[in-house]
């Protein structure tokens, strides 16, 4: 085992520092691999989707069915001549509909969003200990969490060597310090450099027949909650010729692409501010009122992902997340991906979000999925767009840009394409994707400091 880690160590030092490649095997997905991809997300037939539909919709009619269809608010597609809808269309619906919304309110009731409510207030405190303090890092909690990636028995032949890459948080982020490495389940393992994008920590297992193969560490590091009292008119003018604008102003495939529909909504959105934080807010407040958030398909089997916003209207965390990534850039304002897990108490998952560039600021967390939503603070500004400005401390900041490189290299490609939260697992027979393992966070514990 050592000796195989000192030789994936070495191919690690000659792959670079991990910026992204369009000729990056691991990213590069095959249309075979996709469309087999999409068949596992649309995995509903015509019945299911009825028979869960009628629940709500006693009497519901094909033509009912067929209308939401040709608005996208029911995802589906053909798939071997048969008509298969995605895993989640049928809630979907009634997160995406506003009619159908009201109607699936009436049945189960309308449900507060707990963690809104619960930062609604948290968040005031942030800004209040941001002004008494002088300072836009406050209020740290020490937070505590085991992970663990289990590959399901026999999906390898017995004696193979699985190979996981789980994920681990930066140490570049103002906001995190302190990480701290308590026990791993296997005793060699390689923590990858932040000069990579994507941020892991590295085991090999072998694998026993009729046996799950399971990975796992436990960590504490602590979270900053990080928030910036600017005012618009503090930004300074940036250097258009610096490499920092370039490269976060620029297009890149195949996700952020300046398209005609692009140019035209910014345009119309942004029209003749010149302030960059007001042209963000903007762009933040149009996407939040108009793509409610729904369950979404796997990020890879997506050519586009602003685009299939902006055709399927709604997007999750991620999906927004690079819709305004995109306006903004095209609005001539650095932006770029960022993301990891959300770990506010009761309310642990996968989260994307990105930072914004303000020259005379500097990099400033920004959460669009976190716009929607809020309940109690419409009448203070800073309170209601508080996720323009910072984030709070609850986040697990693993991924400081998308599609990257690891470290040591993946040799087949990547289950998540764009993203890196859950883990990524191969073997010398291919890559293993997500039907074949599962990870997650099975236990996670606070403490909290006050200063």
Not at 136 to 146: A, N, R, W, Y
Not at 223 to 228: A, C, L, T
Not at 346 to 353: A, F, G, I, R
Request: net charge negative; charged share 30%; glycine share 6%.
């Amino acid at each position: 085992m050592r000796k195989l880690f000192l030789i994936l160590i070495s191919i690690s030092v000659v792959c670079g520092c991990g910026r992204f490649s369009s000729s990056d095997p691991s990213v590069n997905i095959t249309e075979d691999e996709r469309e087999a991809r999409i068949a596992i997300d649309f995995s509903r037939d015509s019945n299911y989707i009825v028979n869960y539909l009628k629940l709500y919709y006693p009497e519901l009619k094909a033509e009912q069915v067929e209308a939401w269809e040709a608005t996208n608010a029911l995802e589906h597609r053909y798939i071997d001549g048969q008509k298969r809808y995605f895993r989640n269309a049928g809630r979907n619906l009634f997160r995406i509909d506003k009619e159908a919304r009201q109607v699936y309110e009436q049945v189960e009731g309308v449900k507060v969003d707990q963690l809104h409510l619960f930062l609604d207030g948290y968040n005031k405190e942030v800004i209040k200990a941001v002004r008494e303090q002088k300072k836009s890092l406050v209020l740290p909690v020490t937070m505590t969490i085991k992970y663990t990636l289990t590959v399901k028995p026999d999906v390898v032949p017995d004696s193979t060597v699985l190979r996981a890459w789980m994920p681990y948080p930066r140490e570049d982020q103002n906001s995190v310090k302190d990480i701290r490495l308590i026990s791993t389940s296997e005793p060699e393992y390689k923590i990858s450099s932040d000069k990579y994008v994507h941020k892991s920590i590295y085991m090999e297992k072998i694998a026993v027949a009729g046996q799950p193969t399971v990975f796992s560490y436990e960590l504490s590091f602590k979270g900053y909650n990080e928030w910036y009292d600017f005012n618009p008119e503090d930004i300074e003018p940036y250097d258009t010729n610096s490499r920092l604008y370039k490269e976060y102003t620029a297009e890149r495939a195949t996700h952020v692409i300046f398209s005609d529909r692009i140019k035209k909504i910014t345009d119309s959105i942004v029209g003749t501010e010149t302030n960059p934080y007001i042209k963000v807010k903007k762009i933040y407040r149009w996407i939040a009122d108009n793509y409610p958030w729904a369950s979404a398909r796997e990020y890879s089997t997506i050519e586009n992902i602003p685009e299939y916003v902006l055709d399927n209207n709604h997007g999750d965390c991620g999906q927004v997340g690079l819709l305004l990534i995109t306006m903004a850039r095209y609005a001539g304002i650095p932006a770029r991906w960022q993301s990891g897990w959300m770990l506010h108490p009761n309310s642990v998952n996968l989260h994307d979000w990105l930072e914004v560039y303000y020259e005379g600021v500097g990099w400033v967390p920004t959460d669009q999925s976190f716009g929607r939503g809020r309940y109690n603070v419409k009448d203070n500004d800073d309170e209601y767009h508080f996720y323009t400005k910072g984030l709070d401390a609850y986040r697990w900041i693993v991924n400081s840009d998308y599609s990257g490189e690891f470290s040591p290299a993946k040799k087949f490609i990547r289950s998540e394409t764009v993203d890196f939260q859950r883990g990524e697992v191969e073997w010398e027979g291919g890559n293993l994707y997500f039907d074949k393992w599962s990870g997650w966070i099975s236990d996670i514990q606070y403490k909290y400091e006050d200063k």
